[in-house]
């Protein structure tokens, strides 16, 4: 006779597996009430989707949720260790749910699909569009590029998030809840958050490995000193809830805009090693290419994007070149923060100026009744004029003193962008 698996030996990643949608943590840009996957779990037809997002947010567990609340065979595929006989199998299991005396749905779930190659996708176009199954597939690479448009085109796309703070705190107490491990000092449970990077398994793990430490140590509660010497050198020199990662992020942001790619470099390689999340360093590039260099060079920013593009394609370590790159080039674009300058203007004059009606030739007149009441009346269409430009209109709402936002900077293509500004004003006072 069997006995039943001793629960201390299950991982603890399973144990804390939610057993209904209500103990799902996160994501409830999907699940909340009226939420688009909780929808689709309230409407009692499941359908193919793929669930695209980083590690450790919940993609096999809600692909497993599905199952049990559509009362479904589930089959697991792993895109790493399977193939086209996994794929076969599959199906033969589904036909065999489907014909069976008591007729039951079989939901597929492929884990990381996008190390399927094409033709291994296309295996599972017949059966989906047949709907002897419904197709789940998760990845953490972008669907557009890693997953065929025809499987793609036959699934909805669900985009799921990182965990934030408070969503790993509560799994921490949850993990604490059933004794799992022992009691935290909150530097020391700030500190395990903030190593986890909005993943869970990894949080769980890492609580998994310090269970059995503290066990083997007798120690009653985790201190950060005790948490340091445990998980050694990595987590002491990368700490992404303290002062020391913003005070990295800073250095690197300052000697991008300061125009030393060495030191740029230095910075950008000093988070990697440390265990940064490369696409939250695209995004502060992107933000620096916006921020720092602005029209002086366009192309920064399109670089910038390209950069977090092909980290997406290619991940760790190759696409770590990508932002490599884009960090020199945007160390040695012309700087200029005109735009973000107007911008934060612009905003601070509309936050306290009055809402101003928009002039009556600036307004659109679909109706016949509008042109009645003279919307779009005496509006000069620049493409009409003399080079393009309507010279002496004005488009700022009536009584409003050109607040001159826009300042260009004498640098980069800033230059031409000012000599071009200086002009036209100078056509628009020639014929005030």
């Known amino acids: 006779m069997s006995r039943a698996p001793d629960p201390a030996l299950t991982p603890l990643a399973e144990r804390l597996r939610p057993r209904t949608l209500a103990e799902v943590i996160g994501q409830s840009q999907l699940l909340g009430e009226g939420m688009a996957l909780r929808l689709a779990f309230e409407s009692g037809q499941p359908h193919s989707c793929i669930l695209w997002g980083p590690p450790g947010v919940g993609k096999t567990t809600i692909a497993r ?3 049990s609340a559509f009362d479904a065979q589930f089959i697991t595929i792993s895109a790493v260790l399977g193939g086209v006989k996994d794929i076969r199998e599959a199906v033969e299991l ?3 749910a489907r014909d069976g005396l008591e007729a039951r749905r079989t939901i597929v779930f492929v884990d990381e699909v996008h190390r399927f190659n094409k033709s291994q996708q296309d295996a599972f176009l017949p059966h989906v569009e047949s709907g002897l199954f419904t197709f789940i597939g998760a990845t953490t690479e972008n669907p557009s590029f890693e997953v065929n448009s025809a499987l793609l085109s036959r699934a909805a796309v669900y ?3 990182s965990l934030g703070e408070e969503d790993l705190r509560q799994l921490l107490v949850r993990a604490q809840g059933m004794g799992a491990v022992p009691a935290m000092e909150r530097a020391a449970a700030d500190r395990l958050i903030a190593y986890a990077d909005g993943d ?11 269970a059995v430490a503290a066990g083997r140590e007798k120690v009653s509660e985790v201190t950060d000193t005790w948490l340091l010497r445990v998980l050694g050198e990595r987590m002491r020199r990368y700490d992404k809830g303290g002062e ?3 005070d990295t992020i800073s250095a690197l942001h300052k000697s991008v805009r300061g125009s030393d790619p060495d030191a740029a470099l230095y910075w950008l390689v000093r988070m990697l090693d440390g265990g940064a999340e490369p696409r939250y360093l695209a995004r502060r590039l992107i933000r620096m290419a916006s921020e720092d260099i602005g029209l002086a060079d366009p192309r920064a920013l399109r670089l910038a994007l390209d950069a977090a593009e092909v980290y997406e394609r290619l991940g760790t370590p190759e696409g770590e070149l990508a932002l490599a790159e884009c960090v020199i080039y945007l160390a040695m674009a012309p700087k200029s923060n005109a735009v973000y300058t107007a911008y934060k203007a612009a905003r601070a004059w509309v936050k306290k100026d009055g809402t101003r009606p928009v002039p009556l030739h600036l307004r659109n007149a679909p109706s016949q009744l509008m042109k009645q009441l003279d919307y779009g009346k005496d509006y000069r269409y620049a493409h009409d004029e003399a080079d393009g430009f309507a010279a002496g209109e004005r488009y700022l709402p009536e009584g409003m003193v050109d607040p001159g936002f826009y300042q260009p900077v004498e640098r980069g293509l800033e230059i031409r962008i000012a000599d071009k500004l200086r002009s036209l004003r100078r056509l628009n006072h020639q014929d005030d």
């Open 65 to 67: 949720l599905m199952a």
């Open 94 to 96: 589904a036909q065999a």
């Open 159 to 161: 985009v799921l998030q």
């Open 200 to 210: 869970a398994r990894r949080l769980l793990n890492t609580l998994e490995t310090l």
């Open 244 to 246: 020391q990662f913003y």
